[in-house]
T-cell receptor, first 112, second 112 residues
């Protein structure tokens, strides 16, 4: 089992719709969770982080964390073509030196 | 505030040659990361520094890769000798402690 798993996609949504991106993790003690956006040929850009169970909203983005079920989600409301990118989930594991692991990313395509 | 600076942006070398990458983190960020990213994959952590100390180098291929972070600021990642399979994008990121990371533009390495 991979430590951080994401569906590689592509996930296609029409412009204006809600895009839902999911990430599961294996280390139950993980404490910190991050979402990065990566455009083709560019480096990852931090868009959201969440440390506590529940929802965290920032503009059109909502991160949802459920530690009991070991998943974290990213919702993008009113999706725009400029949101088309690969979305990477990152997790900081518990204990020791707090290892950082990225998922392989989900490619999102917003269709005009 | 200046972002993470990396150089060079691109490097083409022949196999068995040495190569070095340089990174200057965001001012005040004590944590520095080196990642390798292959096409279609998420970033893979090679080494993480807390100030001058390498706290996680479990994924660093120590037979050919080395890194240093003198004085707890700039860092250099070296490969000697390079192999064809080392072709990838090498990303540097920094953060305040082990939290939200900010990435540099990366170095695209091609080994021929």
């Amino acid at each position: 089992q991979k430590e951080v798993e994401q569906n590689s996609g592509p996930l296609s949504v029409p412009e204006g719709a809600i895009a839902s991106l999911n990430c599961t993790y294996s280390d139950r003690g993980s404490q910190s969770f991050f979402w990065y956006r990566q455009y083709s040929g560019k480096s990852p850009e931090l868009i959201m982080f969440i440390y506590s169970n529940g929802d965290k909203e920032d503009g059109r983005f909502t991160a949802q964390l459920n530690k009991a079920s070991q998943y974290v989600s990213l919702l993008i409301r009113d999706s725009q073509p400029s949101d088309s990118a690969t979305y990477l989930c990152a997790v900081i594991h518990s204990g020791g030196y707090q290892k950082v692991t990225f998922g392989t990313g989900t490619k999102l395509q917003v269709i005009p | 505030e200046a972002g993470v600076v990396q150089s060079p942006r691109y490097k083409i070398i022949e196999k068995k040659q040495p190569v070095a990458f340089w990174c200057n983190p965001i001012s005040g960020h004590n944590t520095l990361y080196w990642y390798r990213q292959n096409l279609g994959q998420g970033p893979e952590l090679l080494i993480r520094y807390e100030n001058e100390e390498a706290v996680d180098d479990s994924q660093l291929p120590k037979d050919r890769f080395s890194a240093e972070r003198l004085k707890g600021v700039d860092s250099t990642l070296k490969i000697q000798p390079a192999e064809l399979g080392d072709s990838a994008v090498y990303l540097c990121a920094s953060s305040f402690r082990n939290y939200e990371q900010y990435f540099g533009p990366g170095t695209r390495l091609t080994v021929t």
